[in-house]
């Protein structure tokens, strides 16, 4: 339930900047778990080493989208392998949702490390 209801936003928001590439969405819950209170922090980390590295890094176990997700029609990327996304720079922004209520969301912009990737050594 919670999953459409956070793309559903973030669609409403950035359908009114007339965007012509697609937003990359990705979730470190996929990649680590429900930390609970650290669950910001983790996707505040997963937000860095993607602006840093200029790639976006997968949703493990990814095989098919939620149905309830709506996002025909509009520019986004889902991905289930480490993708790189060819910009020098980006904004890039975390949500984290507490159980308690507390909601909060960061934004990170970041120059990108160019040279090949050190994945594998």
Not at 1 to 6: A, F, K, L, S
């Amino acid at each position: 339930m919670g999953d459409p209801i956070e793309v559903g936003s973030l669609r409403g928001v950035q359908e009114t900047d007339d965007r012509e590439s697609a937003i990359l969405l990705s979730s470190s819950k996929s990649n680590i778990g429900h930390l609970e209170a650290n669950a910001g922090t983790t996707g505040l980390f997963k937000c860095i080493l993607m602006s840093k590295y200029g790639g976006g890094l997968p949703n493990c176990h990814l095989y098919q989208l939620n149905p309830h997700l709506d996002v025909s029609g509009w520019p986004t990327w889902m991905i289930s392998e480490s993708t790189p996304y060819h910009q020098q720079s980006g904004l890039v922004g975390v949500s984290s949702f507490g159980v308690s209520g507390t909601n909060s969301h960061a934004e990170v912009w970041a120059m990108t490390v160019v040279g090949p990737s050190s994945a594998g050594r």
